[in-house]
Nanobody, 122 residues
Framework: VQLQASGGGLVQPGGSLKLSCVGS????????MGWFRQAPGQERELVAAINRSGGNPYYTNSVKGRFTISRDNAKNTAYLQMNDLKPEDTAVYYCAASRNVNWRMADGYNYRGQGTQVTVSS
């Protein structure tokens, strides 16, 4: 299982970015999908998650109302739309896949891809 995240970059506070996560060589359809982030010196955090069919989304409190997770199984891709970005959102963002019932929890993920850097700074 190989996952590749893309779409990160440098953005000013209040700006937006859309991250994409593509499955390489396998279909994402059977997996619940999540987005994690990790800032220097901090623990990895589950930011958002979505079930196999694209419903029942989970968001950590700090991103509710600003981030939206979605997926397009036909394109084998998951997304994280990030709006109104803040400096504290700066981190490496990873996508991850789960076949577990505890997919709304950080330890429910079996597979994690390479990350993409998001930097929010003026």
């Amino acid at each position: 299982v190989q996952l590749q995240a893309s779409g990160g970059g440098l953005v000013q506070p209040g700006g937006s970015l859309k991250l994409s996560c593509v499955g390489s060589g396998f279909t994402l359809r059977p997996f619940h999908m999540g987005w994690f982030r990790q800032a220097p010196g901090q623990e990895r955090e589950l930011v958002a998650a979505i079930n196999r069919s694209g419903g029942n989304p989970y968001y950590t409190n700090s991103v509710k109302g600003r981030f939206t997770i979605s997926r397009d199984n036909a394109k084998n891709t998951a997304y994280l739309q990030m709006n109104d970005l803040k400096p504290e959102d700066t981190a490496v963002y990873y996508c991850a896949a789960s076949r577990n019932v505890n997919w709304r929890m950080a330890d429910g993920y079996n597979y994690r891809g390479q990350g993409t850097q998001v930097t929010v700074s003026s």
